[in-house]
């Protein structure tokens, strides 16, 4: 995941939610990259690297929901400036695979 690029606008219907067994976020489109094989966001509070997380996306295109299981790989900042954190999804099936990877060439994804 080396795009730093975040989306902006309406390009989500609703929000990211992010959920670990610390912290439990819904993030606005402005501060989220989707990639085919995880996400990166902001956040005001840190995140343990290396811990599973789960996130529920919802496809603008077709409203379709989509629960993906991952871990943190990196999470970078401060209180004052917030955390950019970084996660990728594990066990992924085939359609979940492909449903990332169409919203990952959207206009809201990093590619």
């Known amino acids: 995941m080396s795009a730093k690029r975040f989306v902006n606008g309406d390009s989500f219907e609703k929000?990211?939610?992010v959920e670990a067994r610390q912290?439990?976020?819904?993030?606005?489109?402005?501060?989220v990259s989707i990639h085919k094989n995880g996400i990166e966001f902001r956040s005001p509070t840190p995140f343990t690297?290396?811990?599973e997380m789960t996130v529920a996306l919802q496809s603008p295109e077709n409203g379709?929901?989509?629960?993906c299981t991952g871990v943190i790989i990196a999470c970078t900042g401060d209180k004052h400036a917030g955390y950019?954190?970084?996660m990728i999804f594990t066990?992924?099936?085939?359609q979940a695979e492909k449903q990332l990877g169409v919203?990952?060439?959207s206009e809201f994804g990093a590619g």
């Open 15 to 17: 929000p990211v939610t």
């Open 23 to 31: 912290a439990k976020l819904e993030l606005s489109a402005d501060t």
């Open 49 to 51: 690297e290396w811990a």
């Open 64 to 67: 379709s929901k989509l629960s």
């Open 84 to 86: 950019h954190v970084s």
């Open 91 to 94: 066990s992924l099936t085939a």
């Open 103 to 105: 919203m990952a060439r």
